[in-house]
């Protein structure tokens, strides 16, 4: 199974990806040979992946740095790059390869301090693979001084390395790096691949990967997660039930309240499962002895992983809300398509009573009003506003219409 097959309806960014990886190979070997590179190549240094969420910018990315790194000897003769098999694709995909490595936002922004070891390592060689590749998963969320780290990086950058920042817009990303970059805009996959992907990939039997695909339009990650995970279905379920609680005062605050609880028990749950780990781990590497107190000097080093943890809590808890919040605004959606009678395909047919209610009691003018105030919320939660006061602030302008 190649690489290639985790990019739904991407055969475009797919085909050029691939061609690029295939220049990759001539680029090496003339370095190797002291020759010049050849005229006309596909690969460059810096990469930009855009596109709307669910598109798959991440997966696009690793994809194509697992096809960098393959060491597949059907290459010598000729095969595509990323046959998904070996050693330098597993790896490259799992996270784990020696010369891939990954940054993200633990919690609102990248800091320069995430930036500094991943930009020392980017003007190293590759210590096993062919290139020593640099993955940014949240480019927009590089503040000025890590922004600035990268620009350097990608402005001079080393013979043997390759940057991948992936972005919702090329507006995201400041003018000065994306210009340094080659741009590859991903589009929302069409429902039907989505479906087809869950039913081949994850067995999801096909009745429950169209609803998936149909109820998220098109975002694979979420798509997978309403296939397969119950839990998800059922907050799904309870999210869409939010509209017809808010006619009173007292219903508003209320679904707020249980909206806000919802995505910080999500949080909890992650930060069970990963916090208690990363803190032992850690103590081992300090040289704590079993249940024994840290060496002398560390207190510094356990104070900034709990800082990171903090953060991360924090991330994974507007995410969460960012999540349900896409859910409102696609049952509002609904609505507008049945108060203007489109032949839009409706998402949420598992909502309908819900959605005809709603649609014979307000207009196209108050469901569009909904629609901003949601868009609202989620602006105010990317700018750190307080996530109860943003979500009651919302549900009482659901309530106004």
Same mark, same amino acid.
């Given at each position: 199974?190649?690489?290639?097959?985790?990019?739904?309806?991407?055969?475009?960014?797919?085909?050029?990806?691939?061609?690029?990886?295939?220049?990759?190979?001539?680029?090496?070997?003339?370095?190797?040979?002291?020759?010049?590179?050849?005229?006309?190549?596909?690969?460059?240094?810096?990469?930009?992946?855009?596109?709307?969420?669910?598109?798959?910018?991440?997966?696009?990315?690793?994809?194509?740095?697992?096809? =960098?790194?393959?060491?597949?000897?059907?290459?010598?003769? $000729?095969?595509?790059? %990323?046959?998904?098999?070996?050693?330098?694709?597993?790896?490259?995909?799992?996270?784990?390869?020696?010369?891939?490595?990954?940054?993200? &936002?633990? $919690?609102?922004?990248?800091?320069?301090?995430?930036?500094?070891?991943?930009?020392?390592?980017?003007?190293?060689?590759?210590?096993?693979?062919?290139?020593?590749?640099?993955?940014?998963?949240?480019?927009?969320?590089?503040?000025? *001084?890590?922004?600035? @780290?990268?620009? *350097?990086?990608?402005?001079?950058?080393?013979?043997?390395?390759?940057?991948?920042?992936?972005?919702?817009?090329?507006?995201?990303?400041?003018?000065?790096?994306?210009?340094?970059?080659?741009?590859?805009?991903?589009?929302?996959?069409?429902?039907?691949?989505?479906?087809?992907? =869950?039913?081949?990939?994850?067995?999801?039997?096909?009745?429950?990967?169209?609803?998936?695909?149909?109820?998220?339009? %098109?975002?694979?990650?979420?798509?997978?997660?309403?296939?397969?995970?119950?839990?998800?279905?059922?907050?799904?379920?309870?999210?869409?039930?939010?509209?017809?609680?808010?006619?009173?005062?007292?219903?508003?605050?209320?679904? &707020?309240?249980? =909206?806000?609880?919802?995505?910080?028990?999500?949080?909890?749950?992650?930060?069970?499962?990963?916090?208690? *780990?990363?803190?032992?781990?850690? *103590?081992?590497?300090?040289?704590?002895?079993?249940?024994?107190?840290?060496?002398?000097?560390?207190? $510094?080093?356990?104070?900034?992983?709990?800082?990171?943890?903090?953060?991360?809590?924090?991330?994974?808890?507007?995410?969460?809300?960012?999540?349900?919040?896409?859910?409102?605004? $696609?049952?509002?959606?609904?609505?507008?398509?049945?108060?203007?009678?489109?032949?839009?395909?409706? @998402?949420?047919?598992?909502?309908?009573?819900?959605?005809?209610?709603?649609?014979?009691?307000?207009?196209?003018?108050?469901?569009?009003?909904?629609?901003?105030?949601?868009?609202?919320?989620?602006?105010?939660?990317?700018?750190?506003?307080?996530?109860?006061?943003?979500?009651? @602030?919302?549900?009482?302008?659901?309530?106004?219409?």
């Amino acid at each position: 199974m190649s690489v290639w097959d985790d990019l739904v309806g991407q055969e475009k960014v797919s085909a050029t990806l691939e061609a690029a990886a295939r220049d990759a190979d001539a680029l090496v070997t003339a370095a190797a040979a002291d020759q010049p590179p050849p005229e006309a190549s596909k690969m460059t240094h810096a990469w930009l992946f855009t596109g709307p969420p669910g598109a798959g910018r991440n997966q696009a990315a690793r994809a194509f740095a697992a096809a =960098l790194q393959c060491v597949s000897p059907d290459r010598v003769l $000729g095969g595509t790059p %990323g046959c998904g098999f070996c050693d330098g694709c597993h790896t490259a995909l799992l996270g784990t390869h020696a010369d891939v490595s990954s940054v993200a &936002a633990v $919690g609102a922004e990248i800091l320069v301090k995430d930036m500094r070891d991943t930009v020392r390592k980017s003007y190293t060689s590759p210590a096993t693979g062919r290139w020593q590749i640099i993955l940014v998963e949240d480019a927009e969320r590089l503040n000025e *001084k890590s922004a600035n @780290a990268v620009l *350097k990086a990608v402005e001079e950058p080393a013979p043997r390395t390759v940057w991948l920042l992936c972005a919702p817009s090329i507006e995201d990303v400041l003018p000065t790096i994306r210009s340094r970059c080659r741009h590859l805009n991903l589009r929302t996959p069409p429902v039907a691949a989505v479906a087809d992907m =869950l039913v081949r990939r994850d067995g999801v039997e096909p009745e429950v990967a169209a609803a998936a695909a149909r109820a998220t339009q %098109g975002h694979v990650d979420r798509a997978r997660r309403l296939a397969t995970d119950p839990e998800a279905r059922r907050r799904r379920a309870s999210v869409l039930k939010l509209p017809l609680r808010v006619e009173e005062v007292g219903g508003c605050l209320k679904a &707020a309240q249980e =909206l806000v609880d919802a995505a910080a028990e999500d949080a909890k749950q992650l930060a069970e499962e990963m916090d208690g *780990k990363e803190t032992d781990e850690l *103590k081992a590497a300090l040289g704590a002895a079993q249940g024994g107190r840290l060496p002398r000097g560390t207190a $510094g080093v356990m104070k900034d992983l709990e800082d990171m943890q903090k953060r991360r809590r924090t991330r994974t808890q507007r995410d969460s809300l960012d999540v349900a919040l896409g859910d409102l605004t $696609g049952f509002y959606r609904d609505v507008l398509a049945l108060q203007l009678g489109s032949r839009v395909a409706i @998402a949420n047919e598992d909502a309908e009573d819900a959605l005809q209610r709603i649609a014979g009691a307000g207009s196209p003018e108050s469901t569009l009003r909904r629609i901003e105030a949601i868009a609202a919320c989620r602006d105010a939660l990317d700018r750190n506003v307080a996530p109860l006061l943003a979500v009651e @602030a919302m549900t009482m302008a659901l309530r106004a219409g």
